[in-house]
């Protein structure tokens, strides 16, 4: 049950990209073409359940029994860093195909706050392994649903007569204002 | 020389300003401003770690090889960063709490990467400073700006409060509206500015730590 | 040589780096949970008024303060409850006098309602209801009318859940508190 509603809060309720912002470049950047979104959402989907394990245990066997609680931001950023890096060598050399489908979007995603949002959210929450893995998980899916949400209202926009003015990111902006109070209607679905 | 160094500092404000002509750093700009003092504080702690972060990257710019060069702009930025953090818990309790998250975030905030790799890797100590001060105030300045908007509409001091304006989805309404703005302002002036790809970022582009 | 040279750099960046955190760390870490310590004392003194002292207790998984004045004992007790709110989860702390008659106070500590509705929860007008609140049967909510009976609040309008949700944490803080102490 905790588990479930973990999942649901961050992948809906307080969706990543709509409610906390994390991950706003990619969304604004890669939301133009559905089977982009896709590919993103499902290659940065994999580095956060990969992150927030290894961060939990950077977290939980090194950093808080030796008390190093001010190395926190720096090794969790060269975890993550490192942690793209092996992927993306894993795939190529393991699975080209899929490196071939999701491997342009890897490196972007070491910049993607989203990934440091969630090792930092989950220590801060105090989650425990499980959690922490599920909390990843859930932070993704709302990532690349959000993320595909975007890219078919955008497809659709590209057919539209925009003001000059607000071609480009002031309409996927504002368009994304509106998701964000269409997703607040999900609001109440964790209460007790 | 002085007028280079104006050049340099007067760019982040205006035409290169990293918010409204950049688009970098979206996270924070639509996060931290839902009040005047949580835009400003937020921008002036990412100006602390960008002026630092700077510097010390151009001081170091001789002794870092370049294939390991963003790993060492990602450990430098992220200790000046721990030390932001560590001042305001300890002074500033409230804000720390209101930023949340946000402060650590300054981590991967593409402005400060994308200044380390394209300006203070590339020039001496003293335009690198600049650079830093006039991109962290041109930053500092749209923070405070989106955050007095939200909050003036939506505190109710101007009459009937707008609750929307406080919300999410006001954060990203009122930045698509001020960029719109500054597109038709830009239009009547210069020439015709396409939106810059937020993706094109320095940071990004090397996609982290080689 | 290379290699030596990039990796002599980068250990020598993070040592340094790490070097001079741990020295800041160690100046701030004191002012920080002198920090901690001052938002605890604010909150159980605004709970449970007249406090001079108190006991910290965690218990499972709850964590109470038991409060004492410096004339005639034990005041009370106050009690961190934490649960799900309409978006996020909702931190408060309640006060109970030493009998267990009623709430002494409420203080909402942290949450994430929607501002201008749900938010409600943190002003002062709603929180004074739950001041000699009535402590047993549990806490009920009333929609629009004014209370009638002792253990009774009136939920903020417009913010049914939020108000709901901040009765049902403090009722099941309860009855655990009640369990374990």
Same mark, same amino acid.
């Given at each position: 049950?905790?588990?479930?509603?973990?999942?649901?809060?961050?992948?809906?309720?307080?969706?990543?990209?709509?409610?906390?912002?994390?991950?706003?470049?990619?969304?604004?950047?890669?939301?133009?073409?559905?089977?982009?979104?896709?590919?993103?959402?499902?290659?940065?989907?994999?580095?956060?359940?990969?992150?927030?394990a290894v961060t939990w245990l950077i977290n939980n066997l090194i950093l808080i029994p030796y008390n190093l609680p001010f190395l926190q931001y720096v090794s969790f950023i060269i975890v993550i860093a490192s942690l793209v890096q092996f992927v993306e060598m894993f795939m190529r050399k393991f699975t080209p195909p899929l490196y071939r489908s999701l491997g342009i979007f890897l490196p972007l995603i070491t910049t993607n706050c989203a990934i440091l949002g969630l090792a930092l959210l989950s220590a801060l929450r105090n989650y425990n392994f499980g959690q922490s893995v599920v909390f990843g998980l859930a932070a993704?899916?709302?990532?690349?649903?959000?993320?595909?949400?975007?890219?078919?209202?955008?497809?659709?926009?590209?057919?539209?007569?925009?003001?000059?003015?607000?071609?480009?990111?002031?309409?996927?902006?504002?368009?994304?204002?509106?998701?964000?109070?269409?997703?607040?209607?999900?609001?109440?679905?964790?209460?007790? | 020389?002085?007028?280079?160094?104006?050049?340099?500092?007067?760019?982040?404000?205006?035409?290169?300003?990293?918010?409204?002509?950049?688009?970098?750093?979206?996270?924070?700009?639509?996060?931290?401003?839902?009040?005047?003092?949580?835009?400003?504080?937020?921008?002036?702690?990412?100006?602390?770690?960008?002026?630092?972060?700077?510097?010390?990257?151009?001081?170091?710019?001789?002794?870092?090889?370049?294939?390991?060069?963003?790993?060492?702009?990602?450990?430098?930025?992220?200790?000046?960063?721990?030390?932001?953090?560590?001042?305001?818990?300890?002074?500033?309790?409230?804000?720390?709490?209101?930023?949340?998250?946000?402060?650590?975030?300054?981590?991967?905030?593409?402005?400060?990467?994308?200044?380390?790799?394209?300006?203070?890797?590339?020039?001496?100590?003293?335009?690198?400073?600049?650079?830093?001060?006039?991109?962290?105030?041109?930053?500092?300045?749209?923070?405070?700006?989106?955050?007095?908007?939200?909050?003036?509409?939506?505190?109710?001091?101007?009459?009937?409060?707008?609750?929307?304006?406080?919300?999410?989805?006001?954060?990203?309404?009122?930045?698509?509206?001020?960029?719109?703005?500054?597109?038709?302002?830009?239009?009547?002036?210069?020439?015709?500015?396409?939106?810059?790809?937020?993706?094109?970022?320095?940071?990004?582009?090397?996609?982290?730590?080689? | 040589?290379?290699?030596?040279?990039?990796?002599?750099?980068?250990?020598?960046?993070?040592?340094?780096?790490?070097?001079?955190?741990?020295?800041?760390?160690?100046?701030?870490?004191?002012?920080?949970?002198?920090?901690?310590?001052?938002?605890?004392?604010?909150?159980? #003194?605004?709970?449970?008024?007249?406090?001079?002292?108190?006991?910290?207790?965690?218990?499972?998984?709850?964590?109470?303060?038991?409060? #004492?004045?410096?004339?005639?004992?034990?005041?009370?007790?106050?009690?961190?409850?934490?649960?799900?709110?309409?978006?996020?989860?909702?931190?408060?702390?309640?006060?109970?006098?030493?009998? #267990?008659?009623? #709430?002494?106070?409420?203080?909402?500590?942290?949450?994430?309602?929607?501002?201008?509705?749900?938010?409600?929860?943190?002003? =002062?007008?709603?929180?004074?209801?739950?001041?000699?609140? =009535?402590?047993?049967?549990?806490?009920?909510?009333?929609?629009?009318?004014?209370?009638?009976?002792?253990?009774?609040?009136? =939920?903020?309008?417009?913010?049914?859940?939020?108000?709901?949700s901040v009765v049902n944490i403090i009722n099941k803080t309860i009855e655990e508190w009640l369990r374990v102490k």
């Amino acid at each position: 049950m905790d588990l479930v509603l973990i999942f649901i809060s961050a992948a809906i309720v307080n969706n990543f990209v709509l409610s906390y912002f994390l991950g706003i470049c990619p969304f604004l950047g890669v939301s133009n073409k559905l089977d982009k979104a896709l590919s993103m959402g499902a290659a940065t989907t994999f580095v956060m359940v990969l992150a927030a394990a290894v961060t939990w245990l950077i977290n939980n066997l090194i950093l808080i029994p030796y008390n190093l609680p001010f190395l926190q931001y720096v090794s969790f950023i060269i975890v993550i860093a490192s942690l793209v890096q092996f992927v993306e060598m894993f795939m190529r050399k393991f699975t080209p195909p899929l490196y071939r489908s999701l491997g342009i979007f890897l490196p972007l995603i070491t910049t993607n706050c989203a990934i440091l949002g969630l090792a930092l959210l989950s220590a801060l929450r105090n989650y425990n392994f499980g959690q922490s893995v599920v909390f990843g998980l859930a932070a993704g899916v709302g990532f690349t649903l959000a993320l595909c949400i975007m890219a078919g209202i955008r497809e659709e926009l590209d057919l539209a007569p925009i003001p000059e003015p607000f071609k480009g990111a002031p309409i996927t902006l504002i368009v994304a204002g509106l998701l964000a109070l269409a997703f607040m209607g999900f609001a109440g679905l964790i209460s007790g | 020389m002085k007028k280079g160094l104006m050049f340099e500092l007067l760019k982040g404000l205006w035409d290169e300003s990293p918010t409204f002509r950049q688009l970098l750093g979206m996270c924070p700009t639509l996060a931290v401003t839902t009040s005047i003092i949580n835009g400003f504080s937020m921008g002036v702690a990412t100006l602390f770690v960008l002026l630092c972060s700077s510097v010390i990257v151009s001081l170091l710019r001789s002794a870092i090889p370049k294939e390991i060069r963003i790993a060492a702009y990602v450990v430098i930025i992220a200790a000046f960063v721990t030390v932001a953090d560590l001042f305001l818990k300890a002074n500033f309790a409230d804000i720390s709490k209101a930023l949340g998250p946000f402060v650590p975030l300054i981590v991967v905030n593409c402005i400060i990467l994308g200044r380390a790799e394209a300006f203070a890797s590339k020039h001496g100590v003293i335009p690198s400073f600049v650079d830093a001060l006039g991109m962290g105030l041109g930053f500092t300045l749209a923070l405070t700006l989106i955050g007095s908007i939200r909050e003036l509409l939506g505190s109710g001091m101007l009459g009937q409060p707008w609750v929307i304006m406080i919300l999410p989805s006001g954060a990203f309404i009122t930045l698509g509206l001020l960029i719109a703005l500054m597109n038709v302002i830009k239009d009547k002036t210069k020439a015709k500015l396409a939106p810059a790809c937020p993706l094109a970022c320095p940071g990004c582009e090397q996609g982290g730590v080689n | 040589m290379k290699i030596l040279k990039m990796i002599v750099v980068l250990t020598l960046i993070g040592l340094i780096s790490g070097g001079v955190l741990a020295y800041v760390y160690q100046w701030a870490e004191l002012k920080i949970a002198a920090n901690q310590v001052r938002e605890t004392d604010a909150a159980v #003194f605004k709970v449970v008024p007249g406090t001079k002292s108190y006991k910290t207790i965690a218990k499972d998984d709850l964590t109470y303060f038991e409060c #004492f004045d410096d004339v005639d004992g034990k005041l009370g007790t106050a009690i961190l409850c934490q649960g799900n709110g309409y978006q996020g989860v909702i931190k408060l702390i309640v006060g109970v006098n030493a009998d #267990f008659s009623k #709430f002494t106070g409420m203080s909402v500590l942290e949450q994430l309602e929607t501002p201008g509705l749900g938010a409600k929860i943190s002003e =002062a007008v709603f929180q004074a209801q739950f001041n000699n609140l =009535a402590a047993r049967p549990p806490i009920e909510y009333v929609k629009g009318i004014s209370p009638s009976k002792p253990n009774e609040i009136q =939920a903020i309008t417009g913010a049914t859940i939020s108000s709901r949700s901040v009765v049902n944490i403090i009722n099941k803080t309860i009855e655990e508190w009640l369990r374990v102490k």
